[in-house]
């Protein structure tokens, strides 16, 4: 059975930093696409970002250069290390296991999404 376990929200102000971890059971962190999503009040769940198992990264265009994926597959833990945070970054943060194409681009819909976590709430306020 798969488990996806988020930790590290809290509340910072504008241009703090967190880092988000996600400890997975019952997969494999290297062999997969796992990556992020997040909930901001009002909308829709969105994609933030994406680890291939080759270790490629995407990114939404909103985190690009701000916020950072990795892996430590010997911990089975996905993290996303977000810097200078806005308030518009306030959202609940949720863990994802995708699907793949056959080249191993990972697709980033919510209906690909094989498995979610619980998620962790951040909060950027001044």
């Known amino acids: 059975q798969i488990q996806l376990v988020e930790s590290g929200g809290g509340s910072v102000q504008p241009g703090g930093s967190l880092r988000l971890s996600c400890a997975a059971s019952g997969l494999t962190v290297d062999d997969r696409c796992m990556g992020w999503f997040r909930q901001r009040p009002g909308k829709e769940r969105e994609w933030v970002s994406f680890?291939?198992?080759?270790?490629?990264?995407s990114y939404v265009n909103t985190v690009r250069g701000r916020f950072t994926i990795s892996k430590d597959a010997a911990k089975s833990t996905v993290y996303l290390q977000m810097n200078s945070l806005k308030l518009e970054d306030t959202a609940m943060y949720y863990c994802?296991?995708?699907?793949?194409?056959?080249?191993?681009?990972?697709?980033?819909?919510?209906?690909?999404?094989?498995?979610w976590g619980q998620g962790t709430q951040v909060t950027v306020s001044s």
């Open positions: 680890i291939r198992n080759t270790g490629i990264t």
């Open positions: 994802a296991f995708s699907s793949s194409s056959p080249s191993g681009a990972c697709f980033i819909s919510t209906s690909a999404v094989k498995a």
